[in-house]
């Protein structure tokens, strides 16, 4: 998979959230939005509902390991919001992954 640029400003993730498409699980919420650009962009979002600074941590490196182990058929040029809810620190990072290549699917991004 090639890489990808982290989303680091509130007003990119603000963009994402108004006008990209949502899909939601108990485990994850994914949004997705076609960029202008030839990159893949991701940005990770944990609230305080995810629990304590412990849990909200594991709940990232959780969602940046099953990204990580993505296939490789993901389609540069879009970009990808994850939402850890309160079940994502209790999962497994091949768990995650399995919901992340379903919502991704859908999403259009998998090839």
Partial sequence: MEEYVS??????????????????SPALVT???KNRKDTLRMGITTSKKT??????NRS?????EAF???PREICP?????FVARAKTPMMKSTELSR????????AGVIK
């Avoid at 989303?7 to 939601?24: A, D, L």
């Avoid at 040029?77 to 919001?81: A, K, Q, S, T, Y």
């Fill in 99 to 106: 919901v992340m290549a379903q919502h991704l699917k859908s």
């Fill in 51 to 56: 629990g304590n600074a412990v849990r909200r």
């Fill in 31 to 33: 949004y997705v939005l």
């Fill in 7 to 24: 989303i680091k400003q509130n007003r990119e993730f603000q963009r994402i959230y108004s006008k990209g498409k949502s899909f939601v």
């Fill in 60 to 64: 990232r490196r959780v969602i940046r």
């Fill in 68 to 70: 990580r182990s993505m």
């Fill in 77 to 81: 040029g879009f970009d990808l919001i």
